[in-house]
């Protein structure tokens, strides 16, 4: 904007600054949560070993001051708990399916009078049945309030926006998984809900 003196507003030519660096600084996170739900996603059947990366960066993202930013956040926090959980449902499925095919060789074995070792087929560890170590935030199924508190962590926020759109998560997250989440996914949930309750009633 240019003055009656013919000199351009500095409030005009602030204000275009700040939207500039706003959009580069989108733009730029934009890209970075992009690239960090891409890394996630493709290394799903390792992701806890990757898991306290993420969640460092999304810690970073969720306290950026663009909206869109904290939005998208929330929106890939939820794309990547959802894949964990299908991840995991599948996994499951597979062991079940190959434990009972075992045990299906192992009758047949028997009812045809062979003899069979007790670790050749019974024993046999599956792939992610081995001895080694297991995280203990990932053991059983505390992976479930292991993936779900950074979502819910967003609720500290001090936006409506960002608060609704964190019961909006969980309530899809309920609508695809709830077959498939037990207590310790569940402890959470109640939490957050009971939590979202408390700052609306203050």
Not at 69 to 75: K, N, S
Not at 105 to 121: C, F, H, K, P
Not at 146 to 170: C, E, M, R
Request: charged share 25%; proline share 1%; with cysteine.
């Amino acid at each position: 904007m240019i003055t009656p003196q013919g000199h351009y507003s500095t409030a005009s030519s602030a204000s275009a600054v700040v939207t500039n660096e706003s959009e580069i600084l989108a733009n730029v996170n934009t890209f970075a949560m992009c690239r960090l739900v891409e890394s996630a996603l493709v290394n799903v059947s390792r992701v806890e070993s990757i898991w306290k990366i993420i969640v460092a960066h999304f810690d970073i993202l969720s306290n950026c001051k663009v909206l869109a930013i904290r939005q998208i956040t929330i929106e890939a926090l939820q794309t990547i708990v959802l894949e964990i959980f299908n991840y995991r449902k599948n996994n499951v499925k597979k062991r079940v399916g190959r434990r009972s095919r075992k045990n299906s060789d192992v009758n047949n074995s028997e009812s045809l009078g062979e003899n069979v070792s007790d670790t050749s087929i019974g024993e046999e560890l599956l792939p992610d049945e081995g001895i080694e170590e297991v995280d203990e935030n990932w053991s059983d199924y505390v992976w479930q309030y292991t993936v779900l508190i950074p979502l819910a962590d967003q609720l500290k926020s001090s936006h409506n926006q960002d608060k609704l759109a964190v019961l909006k998560g969980f309530e899809k997250i309920i609508q695809t998984c709830g077959q498939q989440i037990k207590n310790e996914g569940w402890r959470i949930i109640i939490v957050t809900i009971s939590k979202s309750l408390e700052h609306e009633s203050d």
